[in-house]
């Protein structure tokens, strides 16, 4: 069974149109990552929560913001997506304290 | 210096080949090391933990040699299944990958 789900799989939006991606999780882990992957690059990490807390990345952009409402959700908001942001968002999420990280399947953005 | 250095290969090998990677890290204070396979646009999966003693887990092997800073992976009597990415990943307070090393098998 799947324990960190992520929604949808494949998004397709305009440029410049607001796009949410969703994750959530059955594990009760308190920590959740997002990761942006593009094409043939590693994952790179746009902010995580440990608990309520956030912690962004000094070279996120400004246009990509997280919502946590509760322990087992966590969104991802792009305001107005431009086409570099075209990639593979991955949601991943670890006990404080863990050694791993369990990983969603992925949502691909795509802009048009 | 990237926190993370991995040849990014491709490394083409025939089946049955024995096959090497290594990775390279700049924090000396880095606590947990791990190598993750991706397939090709899925997510990362963990593969096995590095320790300082080596592990082995079935046709894969894993050292981490911490004088010198650097993690290795090698497989042994590779399968067409083995095709993938293979990404070295840190863990400090967060998870930091490496860029990957593609590994080609082929019949």
């Known amino acids: 069974d799947a324990m960190v789900i992520q929604n949808p799989r494949y998004q397709v939006t305009q440029f410049g149109k607001p796009v949410t991606l969703s994750c959530s999780q059955t594990?009760?882990?308190?920590?959740m990552y997002w990761y942006q992957q593009k094409s043939s690059q590693a994952p790179k990490l746009l902010f995580h929560?440990?608990?309520?807390?956030?912690?962004n990345e000094a070279d996120t952009p400004d246009n990509f913001q997280s919502r946590r409402p509760n322990t087992s959700f966590c969104f991802l908001d792009i305001r107005s997506p431009g086409l570099g942001d075209a990639a593979m968002y991955l949601c991943?999420?670890?006990?404080?304290?863990?050694?791993?990280?369990?990983f969603g399947d992925g949502t691909r953005l795509s802009i048009l | 210096r990237k926190e993370v250095e991995q040849d990014p290969g491709p490394f083409n090998v025939p089946e049955g080949a024995t096959v090497a990677f290594n990775c390279t890290y700049s924090?000396?204070?880095?606590?947990?090391f791990f190598w993750y396979r991706q397939d090709c646009r899925k997510e990362p999966k963990l593969l096995m933990s590095?320790?300082?003693s080596g592990n082995e887990d079935g046709r894969f092997t894993a050292q981490l040699n911490r004088a010198s800073q650097y993690i290795s992976l090698l497989i042994r009597d590779s399968k067409l299944s083995d095709s993938a990415t293979y990404l070295c990943?840190?863990?400090?307070?967060?998870?930091?990958f490496g860029t990957g090393t593609r590994l080609q098998v082929f019949p």
């Open positions: 991943a999420t670890s006990r404080e304290g863990g050694r791993t990280s369990h």
């Open positions: 594990l009760n882990h308190n920590v």
């Open positions: 929560y440990y608990d309520k807390d956030f912690n």
């Open positions: 924090n000396s204070a880095s606590q947990s």
């Open positions: 590095v320790y300082s």
């Open positions: 990943v840190l863990n400090t307070d967060k998870l930091i």
